[in-house]
């Protein structure tokens, strides 16, 4: 097996067109954008790189064909049991001893920097993008999300690798009924002339930005995974977010003008971007927007819902999701809505989704596979 780091124009293009043509029979692939990709493996662009390195390779056989491809890194701020390094970007043919080769080749890079374990497939970044392996519900992917044949499973489990956790999508059809006791709250709540529901407004974004930062701080604070936002971080993700935001989906409820609530959707991007090939250049841009404008979007996916701990639990949730519903019912053509994953670590989480009357769509796993077999495996802890 030939073994080539990828760092040529060549080898990058290589890196980038081998899953094309490894699932050019699935009609369910969806090619990721490839600036996407490279800003993952740019120092410029990706900070993970202040504290750790990254490398990717492609594996080649005695015919000079690609037959796999890896990136393999450490991040000093992931702190695990064990020092734990990752892989990403895997892809390789149905062929067990060729995955078993590109394993055991990170596998070394990773002892070589002092890791006893690794875990993938994940990214050399956050977990909103390139996380984990599907293992159910093989559907076209959410934009950003990791999108693989079902054979891998067997690749990554027969090699070694255990599940650390299990990554869980939720959705729904946007016009199924809506649950009685979610019309309940509405009513009961909708007689306090103090609360009001109010979708997203672009030409009010950075007061929405700070209306959500507001929110999220409070909502998710004492939750695990949950992070502190300033509202610069905010209003950076929502400027960035601006050219697909769709006023009708992310709504707000306010007490007295006061933030307790909000509910975060866009359009599935994927079901415009599909359509490039990965490339994302000014043709593409403008398609993009002749595409959006004359293409119909019938999926919709969910970014955040967060409640005030004071508001929790006094029917403010089927308020909010019955005045946007009906609202969105209305004025857009969505038909599906499908959630970002959430760790069965988080049962809390898992909660909320499931009282949004959602169903498991799919679900991704997240594999580790330790060096040393005699160690005890745990998975990752409940929060």
């Not at 450490?74 to 390789?92: A, E, H, L, S, V």
Request: glycine residues 6%; proline residues 4%; contains cysteine.
């Amino acid at each position: 097996m030939k073994v080539i780091n990828v760092v040529s124009k060549e080898s990058v293009s290589e890196f980038l067109n081998f899953p094309k043509l490894l699932f050019r029979e699935d009609e369910n692939y969806i090619r990721p954008l490839d600036q996407d990709i490279e800003n993952v493996f740019n120092p410029k662009k990706n900070k993970f790189f202040r504290f750790g390195e990254c490398e990717r390779f492609l594996f080649k056989n005695d015919k000079n064909e690609t037959v796999g491809k890896i990136a393999v890194f450490i991040n000093k701020k992931y702190r695990q049991d064990q020092p734990t390094g990752g892989i990403g970007f895997f892809d390789c043919i149905d062929h067990q001893k060729t995955a078993d080769f590109i394993f055991n080749f990170a596998k070394e890079w990773l002892q070589k920097k002092g890791m006893e374990a690794m875990d993938g497939p994940i990214n050399f970044g956050e977990r909103d993008k390139f996380w984990g392996l599907l293992t159910e519900g093989f559907s076209e992917p959410l934009y950003g999300m990791n999108y693989n044949p079902p054979y891998y499973q067997s690749l990554f489990e027969n090699y070694g690798f255990q599940i650390y956790f299990n990554q869980l999508c939720f959705g729904r059809k946007i016009h199924e009924p809506v649950a009685d006791h979610f019309l309940a709250m509405h009513q009961r709540i909708s007689k306090n002339k103090e609360i009001k529901a109010k979708p997203l407004q672009i030409k009010f974004l950075e007061k929405f930005a700070k209306d959500f930062t507001e929110v999220y701080n409070q909502a998710w604070a004492s939750h695990g995974e949950g992070k502190q936002l300033t509202e610069m971080q905010t209003v950076k993700m929502f400027k960035s977010l601006k050219p697909v935001i769709n006023e009708h989906i992310s709504w707000f409820v306010y007490e007295n003008e006061k933030p307790i609530a909000m509910w975060m959707n866009i359009p599935d991007l994927n079901q415009w971007i599909k359509f490039f090939n990965g490339k994302f250049g000014l043709l593409q841009k403008l398609l993009f927007l002749i595409i959006k404008k004359f293409r119909k979007n019938k999926k919709m996916v969910g970014l955040v819902f967060g409640i005030i701990p004071e508001w929790q639990r006094k029917g403010i949730d089927g308020f909010m999701i019955w005045e946007g519903t009906k609202h969105f019912r209305e004025t857009t053509d969505f038909e599906d809505y499908e959630m970002q994953w959430i760790g069965d670590f988080n049962p809390k989480m898992i909660k909320i989704a499931e009282n949004l009357e959602t169903k498991v769509t799919r679900k991704l796993a997240t594999y580790r596979y330790l060096f040393d077999e005699t160690k005890e495996f745990k998975r990752q802890e409940t929060v």
